[in-house]
């Protein structure tokens, strides 16, 4: 080995004094935090030895120190790189995996986890990721490594710890992944998510899974293509919630079937957020950032305009699905009390009722619909159209165009005559029905909360 410092006008030798001949130098990796400090893997399996040969230097190579402690002794090292974020954090590559140091190399951890056996010859840390090369097996990518960047020796001594979340880019982002440490199980986690001003947008909790599971849900009762929700571990050791980055969804009822529309809650916007974690008596609190692609063209305003826009479609939605709610708790109270009554008169006026509420909640919802098919047969209805509008608003990273502002004004527009118009047959009908129902010693129907 040998460094130069004058842009390689003059090299000196500066080879491990403790490196056998014929070793193979397979990496040198100059440290990004010392401008003496180099890290060096080397190997001399030709040589049929197939010990480790890895060494840290802090003074330009003037001296070396070997580090190969908790390697095993017939792991020949193939590559090492030294994490750009914090210090002393280093991956070292070897013919049968990976390991870890949190000292600079001082002391190895091996690292593979599920990695099958398999030579790691490059590792490089982009961003948040660590990204490996494997000698016939494909490459591998761990996810964020921001708990490996924040660990300390005395984590474990601590009842709960709270990771900081990296940052999360808006669309291209997994999602946020929230990880924490319980010393001991516990018996109920909280998880809230918040916004700039501290105001929670959602919360998630967890407890320990019951010794009998809940049946599983109807067959397509979660609907195409949807994701299982997320779980908050509450397991002894460290654990990982992640959150999609996504406000509440928009209010649903079983059996609901829609066509290139959901109820999925609107993205969140670029900015500042905080996560705040609950857990055997204690609550810790950690901030993090949705960040905008640097890539797109749209700027912090836009982005913030469309989860605007986004965001009211969602509250329509969910104001006709609660309507879709209301409306069929109506008809089956009337039922209820149709049939309670076995009167002629009280069943016709119920009928035609029941005809004039089945007409509102066609309007807003195609309620025909059996499966995800069925939509290329009956046409979608307001909660649908509006549920597609809001797709399209978030379709990419942009500012809503003046279509889309249009189109929800129209569509918000309809849904509100109808909305009008339920609260109108409630006054007036369902009021004469009660009248009648009362008379025949019944209960009154209630009409619910619109």
């Keep these: 080995m040998h460094v130069t410092r004058d842009g390689g006008k003059n090299w000196t030798k500066v080879t491990p004094q403790g490196l056998p001949d014929f070793a193979r130098i397979s990496l040198i990796e100059a440290s990004p935090h010392d401008a003496g400090t180099a890290y060096l893997a080397a190997n001399r399996y030709q040589r049929a030895d197939r010990a480790p040969y890895v060494y840290r230097t802090t003074d330009y190579g003037a001296t070396w120190t070997k580090i190969v402690n908790g390697v095993r002794p017939d792991d020949f090292a193939r590559s090492i790189e030294e994490d750009p974020k914090r210090k002393g954090l280093v991956f070292l590559g070897t ?15 091996p690292f593979s986890l599920e990695l099958p056996v398999t030579p790691v010859h490059g590792i490089i840390v982009k961003n948040d990721d660590l990204v490996i090369g494997t000698h016939g097996r494909a490459f591998y990518v761990m996810d964020n490594i921001n708990v490996l960047r924040q660990i300390a020796r005395n984590t474990t001594d601590e009842p709960v710890v709270l990771f900081k979340p990296g940052d999360a880019m808006r669309s291209v982002s ?18 809230e998510i918040l916004d700039a001003a501290g105001k929670t947008i959602k919360t998630f909790t967890g407890e320990p899974a019951p010794a009998t599971p809940p049946p599983a849900a109807p067959a397509g009762e979660e609907g195409f293509f949807r994701p299982p929700p997320a779980r908050v571990a509450v397991k002894q050791g460290l654990n990982r919630f992640v959150w999609d980055t996504r406000y509440p969804d928009a209010k649903d009822f079983p059996g609901l079937i829609m066509w290139a529309g959901s109820v999925r809650g609107p993205a969140a916007p ?14 810790k609190t950690q901030p993090f950032a949705i960040v905008r692609n640097p890539q797109i063209s749209a700027t912090d305003a836009d982005l913030v305009a469309q989860f605007t826009l986004a965001r009211q479609v969602s509250d ?25 009554a076995n009167d002629p008169k009280l069943k016709a006026a119920g009928d035609a009722l029941t005809e004039k509420l089945t007409t509102v909640e066609g309007q807003i919802y195609q309620y025909r619909n059996r499966s995800g098919q069925d939509p290329l047969n009956f046409p979608i209805r307001l909660n649908n159209k509006l549920a597609a509008l809001q ?3 978030e379709s990419g990273d942009y500012k809503p165009t003046d279509q889309s502002h249009a189109v929800f004004k129209e569509l918000a527009g309809q849904l509100d005559l109808q909305l009008e118009e339920l609260d109108s047959l409630i006054r007036k009908e369902l009021t004469n029905f009660n009248l009648m129902v009362v008379k025949k010693k019944l209960a009154a129907i209630i009409p619910g909360q619109p």
């Design 270 to 283: 670029p900015g500042p957020y905080q996560v705040r974690l609950t857990a055997a008596g204690q609550t």
């Design 391 to 393: 797709g399209i608003i």
């Design 316 to 340: 329509k939605v969910s104001a006709a699905n609660t309507a879709v709610i209301r409306i069929r708790g109506l008809k089956d109270q009337i039922a209820d009390r149709v049939k309670a």
């Design 95 to 109: 013919e049968t995996g990976i390991y870890v140091s949190f000292d600079q190399g001082a002391v190895w951890q």
């Design 174 to 191: 997994r999602g946020v992944a929230i990880d924490y440490f319980l010393k001991q199980a516990a018996d109920k986690v909280t998880i």
